[in-house]
């Protein structure tokens, strides 16, 4: 199923980024290019993260920035930023983080399926490493194939 939401025009490896706001901003772009979230919603989760802290920033290494569905989105989507040499969140207990996995859910209950599917992703450690190691695309797709 991750195959059908994570395309490799949602997908990036950016290693020139080195600070958590482009990370986000960057890994939005695919959502806002077809407009599955608006401006507003990057908007949403910045200020979350000024009021909570790295609230997204969900285990060592990944972070998943999301907001509410009517802060601007549209539409169901995913995309996925790999950051390989990592970049501070400010989070103390996950920081660096090397994978951003843009979220955006038009309502409370459309996303639980693919949350389920990122939950089983984000819990094997070694597929993890090799998406945080991945120097190309296929290599990130490769993993994905299998959730």
Not at 64 to 83: K, Q
């Amino acid at each position: 199923m991750l195959n059908d939401w994570l395309t490799s025009d949602r997908i990036q490896i950016r290693t020139d980024i080195t600070d958590w706001r482009e990370a986000v901003e960057v890994s939005a772009e695919p959502l806002l290019k077809e407009g599955t979230i608006t401006p507003d919603y990057l908007t949403a989760i910045f200020a979350q993260r000024e009021k909570l802290g790295p609230y997204f920033v969900l285990a060592p290494g990944i972070a998943m920035p999301h907001a509410r569905p009517e802060e601007g989105a549209n539409g169901l989507g995913l995309s996925l930023l790999t950051l390989p040499h990592g970049v501070k969140f400010n989070s103390e207990d996950n920081d660096p983080v090397y994978t951003v996995v843009m979220l955006s859910a038009p309502d409370k209950h459309s996303h639980i399926e693919l949350i389920s599917e990122l939950a089983e992703l984000f819990s094997s450690e070694e597929d993890m490493q090799k998406i945080f190691r991945a120097k190309a695309l296929d290599e990130i797709q490769e993993v994905i194939a299998r959730y």
